[in-house]
C-alpha cells in the first residue's frame, strides 16, 4: 500500500469523530517515521494548527545536532516547532528505555493544551513487535492488545494514525519526497529487545509468512476489542466501588476476584501509574480486601502501591513527587506543571473568583513540599495556622500530607495545593490553583 498526505488526514478525521482538535502535536524524534509524519501533515489541507515538539534525552553525544536537524525541518515546512531537555534516571530499575519513556511522556503531558492531539509515528511494524514482546512477557489482554490508536491523555488525546501503515510505505513516502531523517545508532543494537525482535526474528517469521505484520496487527486489534469489552465492565464496578484512586472495600468484596483483578488493573492504569504484577493483584484480593477492618496492610511494586485504610482502598504512586521541580514552575499563562506519576499536574486559571494576586507571578511561582513548620493564614485578619494542624483538620490522608505541592513566591508560602490560599495574598479576581489527575487526599 502506499502513503499519501490525504490518506494520513482521513485517518485523523477517522480517529477524532466527535471530537474537536485544537492543535496537532507532532512527536518529533527526527526518524524517519515521525518525519513523514510531520511533512504528510503539513502538506494536507487541515486547517488546525500543527506543533512540531522534539524532546531531547540528552543520552546521545549527538543530540544537540539532533535537535537543530529537527529545528531546520520544522523551519522548511513552516511549522511551528519547540524542542525541550529532559533528565532521565541512569539508575532506573525498569531500564533505560523505560526511564526514557515515562520522562519523554512527562514533557509532552506538560505541553499539551486543551483538546491538543499528540501525535505518534508508530506504524504496522511497531505493533507487530508489540505484541511479540508482550507475548514474551506473559501479558494479559491489555498487552496483547498492543499499541492503542487513539487514547486520552492529559488534556487532549494520543493519536497514533499510522498503526495500519507498512513501514515499507513510510520509507517509500521519504524517498518519494526527497526527505532527510536522523537513523539513531541504538535502533540496531540487539541488545534491546525490540531491536532483537525487529533484525533477528521478524525477518525470519516474514520469510515464511510474508504478511506476518499484517496478521499480528489484525490479531492485536481483535484482543483490542475484547480488552475494550473489559475494560467497559471495569470501568462500570470503578464506578460503583468509588473512583479509580479510592475503593470502598465492602463493594469490592462483593465482586468475583476475577473481577476484582480486572477492576484493579484498569485502576492503576487510569491513575498513570506502571502495571501491577499478576502477583500483587492476587496478593491485594487474598489479603487487603479480606484483611481485619482495622489493619493498614500495604502492597507495592515498582513506582506504586495500594494501601487499606478506614474501608478504603487507596491506588496511588509509591514515591513522593518530584522534588526538582523547575524553578518558576508555576505561570499565569496557564501551562501545567508534572508533579510526577500518579501525582498529576497543576496550573494557574483564571475562574473570576478570590485567588492568588497575579502580581506576585514574576517570573513564576515555585512549588515544593513539606519540610515542616509551615505556616499560613488562610482567613483574612484570622491567625496565622500551623500547616500540619490545618491538614489534620482537613481530614488529608496521614501519607498524603507530605505530598501536597506547596506554592511559594520567593520564600513565601501563598497556597497549598488546590486547597487554601494564603489571606494575606489573594484578591478578587485573582488566579486559581487547578490540580489536574490529582490522588485522593480524604
Not at 251 to 279: D, E, M, W, Y
Request: with cysteine; proline share 5%; net charge neutral.
Amino acid at each position: 500500500m502506499s502513503l499519501t498526505a490525504n490518506d494520513l488526514l482521513e485517518r485523523l478525521q477517522v480517529l477524532t469523530a466527535g471530537y474537536s482538535p485544537s492543535r496537532w502535536v507532532v512527536a518529533f524524534s527526527g526518524g524517519v517515521d515521525s518525519t513523514v509524519l510531520l511533512h504528510a501533515l503539513a502538506n494536507s489541507n487541515t486547517d488546525i494548527p500543527l506543533l512540531a515538539v522534539h524532546i531531547d534525552h540528552g543520552l546521545h553525544p549527538d543530540s544537540v545536532s539532533w535537535a537543530s536537524h529537527c529545528a531546520a525541518a520544522a523551519r522548511q515546512l513552516n511549522t511551528d516547532f519547540l524542542s525541550r531537555e529532559i533528565y532521565v534516571a541512569a539508575n532506573d530499575e525498569n531500564g533505560p528505555e523505560a526511564a526514557a519513556r515515562h520522562a519523554r511522556y512527562a514533557a509532552f503531558l506538560s505541553i499539551l493544551e486543551d483538546r491538543n492531539c499528540l501525535l505518534s509515528g508508530h506504524h504496522e511494524n511497531d505493533q507487530a513487535e508489540t505484541l511479540l514482546l508482550n507475548l514474551m512477557r506473559g501479558s494479559g489482554p491489555a498487552g496483547l492488545a498492543g499499541i492503542g490508536a487513539r487514547q486520552s491523555f492529559g488534556r487532549g488525546l494520543l493519536l497514533r494514525p499510522l498503526l495500519g501503515v507498512p513501514g515499507s510505505a513510510i520509507r517509500e513516502y521519504a524517498r518519494q519526497h526527497h526527505l532527510s531523517w536522523i537513523e539513531d545508532p541504538s535502533n540496531i543494537d540487539t541488545r534491546f529487545d525490540r531491536n532483537f525482535l525487529r533484525k533477528e526474528i521478524v525477518p525470519r517469521l516474514a520469510a515464511r509468512w510474508p504478511a506476518v505484520n499484517n496478521r499480528l496487527r489484525r490479531s492485536a486489534e481483535l484482543v483490542s476489542e475484547a480488552s475494550e469489552l473489559l475494560n467497559e465492565l471495569a470501568d462500570i464496578d470503578i464506578a460503583a466501588c468509588g473512583s479509580r484512586h479510592r475503593l470502598d472495600i465492602g463493594s469490592l468484596s462483593t465482586l468475583s476476584q476475577a473481577r476484582q483483578r480486572n477492576l484493579l488493573r484498569r485502576a492503576i492504569r487510569l491513575c498513570g501509574l506502571a502495571p501491577a504484577p499478576a502477583t500483587r493483584l492476587y496478593q491485594v484480593a487474598n489479603e487487603l480486601i479480606p484483611s481485619r477492618e482495622d489493619a493498614q496492610p500495604l502492597v507495592t511494586w515498582s513506582g506504586a502501591e495500594i494501601r487499606r485504610y478506614r474501608g478504603q482502598l487507596y491506588i496511588m504512586s509509591g514515591q513522593k513527587p518530584a522534588s526538582e521541580l523547575p524553578a518558576g514552575g508555576l505561570w499565569r499563562s496557564g501551562e501545567a506543571l508534572a508533579l510526577g506519576p500518579g501525582y498529576g499536574s497543576l496550573r494557574l486559571t483564571n475562574q473570576g473568583s478570590r485567588g492568588i494576586d497575579p502580581d506576585l507571578i514574576g517570573d513564576g511561582l515555585t512549588v515544593r513540599f513539606r519540610h515542616g513548620g509551615e505556616e499560613i493564614r488562610i482567613v483574612a485578619n484570622g491567625a496565622t495556622r500551623k500547616l500540619k494542624k490545618l491538614l489534620q483538620e482537613a481530614g488529608i490522608l496521614p501519607w498524603m500530607r507530605d505530598r501536597l505541592p506547596l506554592i511559594f513566591a520567593g520564600d513565601t508560602l501563598i497556597a497549598v495545593a488546590d486547597l487554601w490560599v494564603s489571606a494575606d495574598h489573594a484578591v478578587e479576581n485573582g488566579l486559581s490553583v487547578e490540580w489536574v489527575d490529582k490522588p485522593a487526599l480524604h
